[in-house]
């Protein structure tokens, strides 16, 4: 099965640096047929390659310039989704992934300053559920999220194992 083929990360690629262009706009550009283009965005998104359209915002030019990672270990005899559906509701938490390894869960965080980052810590561990955290901050990010060279990558695997 493939997942995307050239035409897809090339519109995938194009939207990413480019991402208020319409789809007449992105058809001239691919050299392809409008139609066919938003054919693509549909399956694309429908099948969840694509998961959103929105502006990315920058937690540092909100007045957010610290960026923490925090792991906690929780309480199992609930599971985690009360204690995720409990973090959700911290603004300044921005991720929660399960996590496998000594601790359970794992949260992008965002505070205003290091002295903030400890009310934040302090939200968190109020959650009921949460018995321990440990925390990392970020000094510097050298390469942002990305997926665009996931997604030049995947037609050159594909064709590669057929």
């Known amino acids: ?13 194009l939207l990413t640096a480019e991402p208020r262009l319409g789809v007449l706009e992105c058809s001239r550009r691919l050299g392809v047929a409008r139609g ?4 693509r965005l549909d399956r694309l998104t429908a099948r969840g ?9 920058s937690p540092a030019a909100l007045g957010y310039g610290v960026t923490a990672f925090v792991t906690m270990e929780i309480r199992q005899v609930s599971g985690h989704d009360p204690v995720a559906d409990r973090l959700a509701r911290i603004p300044e938490v921005l991720e929660v992934h399960t996590i ?3 601790s359970d869960l794992l ?8 002295a903030d980052l400890q ?9 009921q559920g949460v018995l321990r955290t440990n925390s990392i901050i970020a000094l510097d990010t050298p390469v942002p999220y990305r997926v665009l060279p996931l997604v030049a990558d ?3 695997r594909e064709s590669r194992s057929t």
């Open 100 to 102: 496998t390894g000594a």
């Open 1 to 13: 099965m493939t997942t995307i083929d050239d035409l897809d990360a090339r519109l995938i690629a």
């Open 49 to 57: 390659v694509i998961t959103g359209f929105g502006p990315d915002v």
């Open 119 to 127: 009310r934040v810590i302090d939200q968190i561990v109020d959650v």
């Open 107 to 114: 949260c992008r965080v965002v505070a205003r300053t290091n």
């Open 154 to 156: 995947v037609p050159r």
């Open 36 to 39: 066919t283009v938003q054919a």
